[in-house]
């Protein structure tokens, strides 16, 4: 056992060490996903605080993330006399709509045969550091490669303009469609552009954690271990670029890990519904409510998009 990682100095001494990692705001995220999302409910905070308890999270560490998730309009408060309810931002409910598409439609394994890649070159002068860090930044979790000097590639059509509608490099960016003159040299072009053995890495790190009759055989109820699977999980497809399998080596570990996520979901996910309806409670929101509006229309968010506008992860 050891400490769920945590930006507060704040440690608790009950999270499985495998999974330790994985920071509070990412599991409260997991957990208000499955409880909200969708749902037009908010949950009590000291729901928050038991379940995360249960996940070796501190109340204190837990409170301060809530009220840091609060800040940057993630969740909004809901006052029912003396209790304090949080719902989901539009905001928040459109990133988590997004990981909720990658996780069950898109998944791991990319089987796509188009054969189109996306390319973006840029260049920006030195005294334009901090936006060429951001681009970056955002160009990584788009699921781009950084094939030479200011030359980027991503697989498939990926809509530029709304992955950097608030920078304005319009005229620093060049982007184009395309398809390799021998495909069968992408296989290079993919080494090149990616860290293959990293990404590789982490998927067998999963699996190693996963991949067993009776995975986080110290984590508490099933409730714990279903949060932890979805998060990591999550954190995995934010972090993959998703590479057309047929360009990737044999034996692809995304494969496997992705047939154990959703079996292990399968198994864990009913004992963690019939705990969570015991210690989790919400209230009914009204539409006229701050957060119980659904996203406007023609309004979008991206799991791979900085969520504060800074290029700081909300997943963080």
């Known amino acids: 056992m050891t400490t769920v990682s945590d930006r507060t100095g704040t440690r608790s001494e009950t999270a499985p060490e495998q999974v330790s990692a994985v920071r509070p705001q990412t599991l409260l995220l997991t957990l208000l996903g499955s409880a909200v999302l969708g749902r037009d409910v908010a949950i009590f905070s000291g729901s928050c605080t038991a379940v995360m308890d249960r996940m070796g999270v501190s109340e ?32 928040a409910a459109a990133v988590l709509r997004e990981g909720e598409e990658r996780m069950w439609r898109a998944g791991a394994v990319n089987q796509d045969t188009d054969g189109r890649w996306t390319l973006l070159g840029f260049s920006l002068p030195e005294t334009r550091r901090d936006e060429r860090h951001l681009l ?74 996963w991949d067993t009759p009776a995975p986080l055989p110290t984590a508490p109820d099933d409730l714990a271990r279903h949060l932890w699977l979805l998060s990591e999980w999550l954190l995995l497809l934010r972090d993959d670029p998703r590479i057309p399998l047929r360009h990737l080596p044999p034996d692809w570990p995304a494969v496997t890990a992705q047939e154990i996520f959703r079996r292990t979901h399968e198994r864990l996910q009913p004992k963690a519904r019939r705990i969570a309806e015991t210690e989790i409670d919400s209230i009914r929101m009204s539409p006229a409510e701050p957060g119980g509006f659904p996203l406007p229309t023609g309004t979008t968010a991206k799991l791979h998009v900085p969520g504060n506008g800074n290029g700081e992860d909300i997943f963080g």
């Not at 840091?68 to 931002?89: A, K, Q």
């Not at 059509?157 to 390799?180: G, M, Q, Y």
């Open 136 to 209: 970056r930044s955002r160009l990584r979790w788009a699921g781009f490669g950084l094939l030479r000097s200011g030359m980027w590639i991503a697989p498939g059509t990926v809509d530029v303009d709304a992955l950097l509608t608030d920078l304005r490099l319009n005229d620093h960016l060049v982007v184009f469609r395309a398809e390799p003159a021998e495909p069968a040299a992408m296989r290079q072009v993919v080494r090149d552009a990616y860290d293959l053995p990293a990404i590789a890495g982490r998927y067998h790190q999963f699996l190693r954690r």
């Open 60 to 91: 204190h560490a837990t409170r301060s993330t809530l009220t840091r998730m609060v800040n940057r309009h993630l969740l909004v408060r809901h006052r029912r006399g003396r209790r304090v309810y949080l719902g989901l931002t539009p905001r």
